[in-house]
């Protein structure tokens, strides 16, 4: 008997991403696996059946036509792209609409991304402030996380990293520590080719996503 999507991604019926994922899943099935290597760039094994996608530091195997994902061995310690169904919709949506697109070395915030400033509200609560209070009273921490998934560091802020999410997406969180007068803040930025390949919404996931993943790594180490 053949596998269903709730199968292959096991989550309860009133899970909000349920309905999404089946649809993108469905479209996924129906896609050319060659037409998305072409688009993307990205290594299409005919023989295996998969995908190989560098995703947040580390390197994937997604098969089609079922978006089964397994990692190749490194040090990174946790692995969205399997634990994940908010990465999982991320990269699904990816590899049926993105492009292959070169930022120019501009970064954004998301209030300046298309339908960003309808969400802003939204997006301040769900990273920006998750960012801030989760890491803004321990900057080594931080560091130590970022590094682990290949961040480059950079001078902003009192701390601040780049990271590539996928492709030539990248993405820069900034932290400012917090004291006795002032709360710890924080700001996320995107390079300004995001709109080539994500949506506003897409971008609070990545956001979503990204800071799950440095408090998963920040509890293992």
Not at 43 to 52: H, L, R, T
Not at 97 to 118: I, T
Request: hydrophobic share 40%; glycine share 8%.
């Amino acid at each position: 008997m053949e596998n269903t999507a709730e199968d292959r991604f096991p989550y309860g019926k009133d899970n909000k991403e349920r309905l999404p994922w089946e649809h993108y899943l469905s479209l996924y099935e129906k896609a050319d696996p060659q037409e998305i290597a072409r688009r993307l760039r990205i290594v299409y094994d005919e023989a295996a059946k998969s995908f190989q996608v560098e995703f947040l530091g580390s390197v994937y195997a997604v098969t089609w036509p079922d978006f089964q994902v397994t990692h190749q061995e490194d040090d990174m310690g946790y692995y969205p792209l399997e634990d994940m169904i908010a990465a999982k919709i991320l990269v699904i949506r990816y590899l049926l609409k993105g492009e292959d697109s070169f930022p120019s070395g501009n970064f954004v915030a998301y209030s300046d991304m298309p339908w960003g400033n309808v969400y802003q509200k939204q997006f301040h609560g769900r990273c920006i402030l998750r960012l801030a209070y989760g890491f803004g009273n321990k900057l080594d921490r931080f560091g130590k996380v970022l590094e682990r998934m290949k961040g480059k560091k950079l001078e902003l802020g009192d701390i601040s990293y780049e990271i590539c999410l996928i492709g030539r997406y990248y993405v820069r969180y900034i932290l400012w520590e917090g004291d006795d007068e002032f709360p710890p803040s924080s700001q996320i930025i995107f390079s300004d080719n995001f709109p080539h390949a994500f949506e506003a919404e897409d971008i609070a996931v990545v956001g979503d996503v990204t800071i799950g993943m440095m408090k998963e790594l920040d509890k293992r180490m």
